[in-house]
């Protein structure tokens, strides 16, 4: 079992369609979670974090975090086509170190 | 953009020589990170460091080694080059104050292949 498990996708949304991604873990011990993008042949780029149990919205995105079940999701509003990326989850593993999943691909469909 | 640069952008070498790749960032960070990425395997992390000298490993280290003399650079070193090492490496920076924070930041990453 990988300790942070994301579907691969590609996960083929219209656009102005609602995206929605998400990323399981193992450690329950882990504090904090993070949301990055990756364009193809460019480095990850981090969009969300969150800390606490719920939601936290930033812009079009929303990042939902329960940790009795140790899942947290990735919420794209109105996608667009710029949106089309690979989303890496990340969730902390010890001090100062992430563990990331294998991402899922997102593509935005005109 | 966290200041952060890698050099070289591309390399291709061949099986046996070594290799070193470097980081460099310019806005003294104490959290030091190599990763490499593969399809399906998402960014594995090779070695980190907390601090000038201090180095530790990661989850796939073996054939890599570290060193950080100075707080603005960190290099990766394979000894030997195999072409299992045929991959992107990129280097992050971190914002670590303690368990439960933890951002980090890209460089934009060294295409290696070894043939």
């Known amino acids: 079992q990988k300790e942070v498990e994301q579907n691969s996708g590609p996960l083929s949304v219209p656009e102005g369609a609602i995206a929605s991604l998400n990323c399981t873990y193992s450690d329950r011990g882990s504090q904090s979670f993070f949301w990055y993008r990756q364009y193809s042949g460019k480095s990850p780029e981090l969009i969300m974090f969150i800390y606490s149990n719920g939601d936290k919205e930033d812009g079009r995105f929303t990042a939902q975090l329960n940790k009795a079940s140790q899942y947290v999701s990735l919420l794209i509003r109105d996608s667009q086509p710029s949106d089309s990326a690979t989303y890496l989850c990340?969730?902390?593993?010890?001090?100062?170190?992430?563990?990331f999943g294998a991402g899922t691909q997102v593509v935005v469909t005109p | 953009d966290a200041g952060i640069t890698q050099s070289p952008r591309h390399k291709v070498t061949e099986t046996g020589t070594p290799v070193t790749l470097r980081c460099h960032q310019t806005e003294n960070h104490r959290y030091m990170y190599w990763y490499r990425q593969d399809p399906g395997h998402g960014l594995r992390l090779i070695h980190y460091s907390y601090g000038v000298k201090d180095t530790d490993k990661g989850e796939v280290s073996d054939g890599y080694s570290v060193s950080r003399s100075k707080t603005e650079d960190f290099l990766l070193t394979l000894e030997s080059a195999t072409s299992s090492q045929t991959s992107v490496y990129f280097c992050a920076i971190g914002l670590a104050g303690g368990p439960g924070i933890g951002e980090q930041f890209f460089g934009p990453g060294t295409r290696l292949t070894v043939l």
């Open positions: 990340a969730v902390t593993k010890g001090w100062g170190k992430l563990q």
